[in-house]
T-cell receptor, first 113, second 113 residues
Framework: NAGVTQTPKFRILKIGQSMTLQCAQDMNHNYMYWYRQDPGMGLKLIYYSVGAGITDKGEVPNGYNVSRSTTEDFPLRLELAAPSQTSVYFC????????????FGPGTRLTVT | KNQVEQSPQSLIILEGKNCTLQCNYTVSPFSNLRWYKQDTGRGPVSLTIMTFSENTKSNGRYTATLDADTKQSSLHITASQLSDSASYICVVRGPGGNYQLIWGAGTKLIIKP
């Protein structure tokens, strides 16, 4: 199993540009999450999904959109990028119930200038 | 306000020495507490998960303790190795929905040979 994969690893955007961060998992997990990690801060939840076709906002959803058309994929869309969106983005997934443990991807480092 | 605070912010120790990292939280009511290890440039990886009824949990050279009365947890690392160099993050889950994970900012641990 590849686990949770994310692409790209790095990206530089200009203010106002858009992009999609890709996330995929091959563990047949129901739950998927998008977090951002800023220097010196704890992870903040952007959006999450409890299954295909179902998404919901986390703590910091403004400026982002998600979709979940399949169990495997959970892309994060940034529209009109702003410098405040400079961060490291992590995708995670977990099974329903069980140990409640989340498995993380390697992250995407995004810089908006 | 639900918060998780970790200390110290950073720590440098010599290889082979022991160390203890601290976590204080104000999340209430409390569901469970996790410790994650995050290597530089990677996503977090779970070390332990403890419910409010568990006082101690070990994972190899890592031992986590929990005092739910004082809302404190610690992570003790025994006989440190160079590969232990990482950030260690305390995460508390409240009773709410899927985004009720409160993440600490982490302790950055450096092991010197």
């Amino acid at each position: 199993n590849a686990g949770v994969t994310q692409t790209p690893k790095f990206r530089i955007l200009k203010i106002g540009q858009s992009m999609t961060l890709q996330c995929a998992q091959d563990m047949n997990h129901n739950y998927m999450y998008w977090y951002r990690q800023d220097p010196g801060m704890g992870l903040k939840l952007i959006y999450y999904s409890v299954g295909a076709g179902i998404t919901d906002k986390g703590e910091v959803p403004n400026g982002y959109n998600v979709s979940r058309s399949t169990t495997e994929d959970f892309p994060l869309r940034l529209e009109l990028a702003a410098p405040s969106q400079t961060s490291v983005y992590f995708c995670a997934s977990r099974l329903t119930g069980g140990a409640d443990e989340q498995y993380f991807g390697p992250g995407t480092r995004l810089t908006v200038t | 306000k639900n918060q998780v605070e970790q200390s110290p912010q950073s720590l440098i120790i010599l290889e082979g020495k022991n160390c203890t990292l601290q976590c204080n939280y104000t999340v209430s009511p409390f569901s469970n507490l996790r410790w994650y290890k995050q290597d530089t440039g990677r996503g977090p990886v779970s070390l332990t998960i403890m419910t409010f009824s568990e006082n101690t949990k070990s994972n190899g050279r890592y031992t986590a303790t929990l005092d739910a009365d004082t809302k404190q947890s610690s992570l003790h690392i025994t006989a440190s190795q160079l590969s232990d160099s990482a950030s260690y993050i305390c995460v508390v889950r409240g009773p709410g929905g899927n985004y009720q994970l409160i993440w600490g900012a982490g302790t950055k641990l450096i092991i010197k040979p």
